[in-house]
């Protein structure tokens, strides 16, 4: 009997033993895919994620940077200080107003007392 023969013989036999290994093969690896359906649950979650990302990058890309946060920061301290000069002019002014108000009295008081001729 030659291998031909004996593979003839077999091959029927084989044929399904190597049918069903396959089948089995296909069951046990039919999890470790992903299925269309989950593919596409997958795709929208990327296509919504995409989407925020593009948003936060979008979002991020009009906040200052840090040298524009500090060139603000110093500019509002210029502006404090310019504030606070005024402020010191402007009481000096109030102090020079009541001033020059308690001599308009007086002169008036004396004007209207030299009227009346005391």
């Known amino acids: 009997m030659g291998v031909l023969e004996i593979l003839r013989s077999v091959w029927l036999v084989a044929s399904g033993v190597l ?13 470790k895919f992903v299925s269309k359906k989950d593919h596409e649950k997958l795709e929208a979650k990327v296509a919504m994620i995409k989407e925020r990302l593009i948003a936060a990058e979008t979002a991020l890309e009009n906040v200052p940077r840090t040298d524009t946060m500090h060139e603000l920061s110093l500019s509002i301290e210029r502006m404090n200080g310019t504030i606070n000069v005024m402020s010191a002019i402007v009481s000096g002014m109030e ?15 004396h004007l209207l007392n030299a009227s009346k001729g005391k």
């Open 19 to 31: 049918l069903f290994a396959v089948f089995v093969l296909m069951l046990m690896a039919r999890d």
């Open 95 to 109: 102090k020079f107003s009541k001033s020059m108000s308690s001599t308009i009295a007086r002169q008036e008081e």
